[in-house]
Each structure stands twice: as C-alpha cells, then as structure tokens.
C-alpha cells in the first residue's frame, strides 16, 4: 500500500518530488476549480504539466506551487494551472455524423439560428458548426450567431485568430478548403487561415462551466457539449445539464460526445439520434 509521504513513482529521475499527498491536493484543486475528475492513472500526467508551471514560476516544491494557488492571490496562476490540466483534443468535422443532423435542422428552422459550443478549444468545432450552417443556407453570410467558449484562455486565442496548419485540413474535401479557407504563402507557407466571413460569425469568450454565473444568455437552438462530460462526475453533469436545459429554445437539440449518456436524466432530456438530445416535456 502506498503511503503518503511517498511518491507515486521512484524520484531518481525526477526534477522534482511528487508525493500521493501532492496529487491529491492537485486533484482536490482541479476538481473545485473546474469539476475535473483525476483518476490515478493521471498522476504522471500531471507531474509532467505541471512541472512545467514550476520552472516558470521558479518553485522548488509542489507543495509551494499548491500553496501560492490555495493562497488565493495569483489569478493569473490560477487560469495557468486549469489551462495545463486542461485536454484539448479536437479536429474538423470530428464525430462528423452530427453534422448532417445539424444541416437537416438548420434547413427546417429556417429561421436565424443560435449554436452556443461550450468547448471550443482551438476552434476546429465552432468552425465545422460555422461551415456546416453555411452549405445549409447556401450562404458564406447565413443567419447564425455561434458562441464559442472554453475554460482555457491559450486554446480560445488560437481558436479566435483561426489559423491552422494546412494538415489539419487533410480529411477535409477540396470543396470545402477553397470555400473556406485562404491558404499561406511565403513566410505562410503550410498555414491556412479561416476565411474572416466564418470568423465574423462567431464570438469567442472564456468561460467555466462550474462558474456560479455564465456570461451568456440563453434562447439556443443548439448547444453542443462534446466530450467533456466524460472528465466530470455524475452530480457534476447534472448540475450543468440542469443549467443547460433552461438556456435551450423548447425545440432544440443538445449534442454530445460519442461516449457520454445521459439517459439517466430523463427528467431533462431525452434521445433523440445518436448521442443527439432534445428536451424532455
């Protein structure tokens, strides 16, 4: 059995020592902050992040760092922490059999539509959203508003400038690259850049699920929350689900990640298509 003045893995070749007690303060901390949940199978993980905010605040200890956070006096480390341990894996059009649904709504509605995407890391996701609406429309200026928010500051400032390598594009048919997208020349080379007509139909802002006020308003037709459920744990997601449903237009849908049900909240929600929810009356 692990004592907890030991380290979660021999300290030979570590910059610094990591005790169990060090990564359940981290794992006290992120879940306060941001509703994450760390299993210990994340313990190197975290060391290694971390480990980084210690060299660039030049701290010694873990114990030092978590006590400058539990100090309470450094924001700026505060959003530092929640972005290092924060995962950001997206792409293009990923779990792309939403997408079809989401055309097929928008072309019923034929009204404005609203879309809030409430994990945008660096973008890939609000623009496919933003791409989708406007073949859906027929229009590079479609009657969309999309909000784009994200806990992690660094990922919605690549998101917002929209600038990607041009093999982030490599599953993405010509079509849509030409329409699009402008690709880099020069020192440019490799990069392309998100056409300003996709851009201008999004705002981007900071936001923390867990946060006891939201800087959005509702009225969505669609919200999408995809694969981030998966790191909370079930009270957790049915305090941000509750607040999702009031937020959502009586017809709208609630799209999630492939590997997140939550067919146990009847009472909100129910099913309506492959992890695509509408609300429960």
């Known amino acids: 059995m692990i004592r907890a003045s030991e380290s979660s893995k021999s300290d030979s070749a570590k910059e610094f020592d990591f005790t169990l007690k060090d990564f359940e303060r981290v794992r006290g901390l992120i879940y ?13 993980m975290v060391y290694s992040r971390l480990a980084r905010r210690l060299r660039a605040t030049n701290i010694n200890s873990f114990g030092q760092y978590l006590d400058l956070l539990e100090r309470g006096q450094d924001p700026e480390e505060w959003e530092a922490f929640t972005n290092a341990l924060t995962t950001n894996l997206t792409s293009f059009f990923r779990e792309e059999h939403h997408f079809p649904v989401l055309a097929d709504f928008a072309r019923q509605l034929k009204d404005p539509i609203t879309v809030w995407c409430s994990a945008s890391s660096t973008g890939e996701e609000p623009y496919s959203i933003a791409m989708t609406l406007c ?12 909000v784009a928010t994200d806990i992690d500051t660094n990922v919605l400032a690549t998101a917002a400038k929209g600038v990607y ?12 690259m030409k ?10 080379s490799g990069l392309v850049r998100v056409r300003p007509e ?3 139909l999004i705002e981007f802002k900071q936001l923390n699920l867990l946060a006891p006020g939201w ?6 037709d669609v919200i999408f929350c995809r694969n981030v459920m998966i790191y909370f744990d079930k009270p957790t997601q049915k305090t941000i689900l509750q607040r999702f449903a009031p937020l959502l237009k009586p017809h709208g849908l609630l799209f999630v990640g492939h590997s997140e049900n939550f067919s146990y909240l009847t009472e909100l929600f129910h099913l309506r298509g492959k992890t695509v929810y509408e609300l429960s009356r």
Do not use: C
């Open 32 to 44: 306060q902050r941001a509703g994450i949940s760390l299993t210990e199978s994340k313990q190197e």
């Open 135 to 146: 073949e859906a429309y027929g229009t590079l200026t479609p009657p969309v508003k999309i």
């Open 165 to 176: 390598n041009y093999d982030r594009l490599e599953k993405m048919s010509n079509e849509r």
């Open 179 to 188: 329409k699009f997208f402008l690709r880099g020349k020069g020192e440019q």
């Open 198 to 200: 996709l851009r201008q």
């Open 215 to 220: 800087p959005i308003s509702g009225g969505f």
